[in-house]
C-alpha cells in the first residue's frame, strides 16, 4: 500500500484549516497544520511535508517570508509550495513565485474539487 502524502496547511484562519484539513483526509491524504508562519518552520523539519499549502497574507511572517526561509534551509529547500491567497492574479508577483519555486497559487475562495485536483497536480510533481 502506498504510504499517504503529507501536506501541511498554513493559514491563520482557524476556519479555513479545519475546513482544508477535513477535506484533504477525506481524500487520503496525511494532514498538518500550523496557524502561523513561525509554527510552520518549526514544524516543517519533522514532519518533512510532501507539499506545503502556505497562505501569504498572515499577521506577523507573511508566506512570501516563510517560503525564502524554507528555500534557505538545506533540510527543507526541496519542499513543493503552493501559495493559498485572497490577492487576485494582478496584485501577484510571478517574480517572486519564480524565485521562490513556488508550484501554483491558488486563489480564495475555492472550489473544493479545484483544490485537491490542484493539490494533487502538484504532489504528482
Known amino acids: 500500500m502506498p504510504k499517504k502524502k503529507k501536506i501541511m496547511v498554513v493559514d491563520d484562519e482557524e476556519n479555513l484549516l479545519i475546513l482544508i484539513r477535513d477535506l484533504l483526509d477525506s481524500k487520503g491524504f496525511d494532514v498538518v497544520t500550523a496557524g502561523n508562519g513561525r509554527e510552520a518552520l518549526e514544524i516543517i523539519e519533522n514532519e518533512k511535508p510532501d507539499l506545503l499549502l502556505l497562505d501569504i497574507m498572515m ?60 493539490i494533487e497536480w502538484a504532489v504528482s510533481r
Open 59 to 118: 499577521p506577523g511572517m507573511k508566506g512570501t517570508d516563510v517560503a525564502k526561509k524554507i528555500r534557505e534551509t538545506p533540510k527543507t529547500r526541496k519542499t513543493k509550495i503552493v501559495f493559498l491567497t485572497i490577492l487576485k492574479s494582478k496584485e501577484i508577483n510571478y517574480r517572486t513565485l519564480k524565485k521562490l519555486m513556488i508550484l501554483d497559487y491558488i486563489t480564495k475562495p475555492f472550489d473544493n474539487n479545484d483544490l485537491i485536483r490542484r
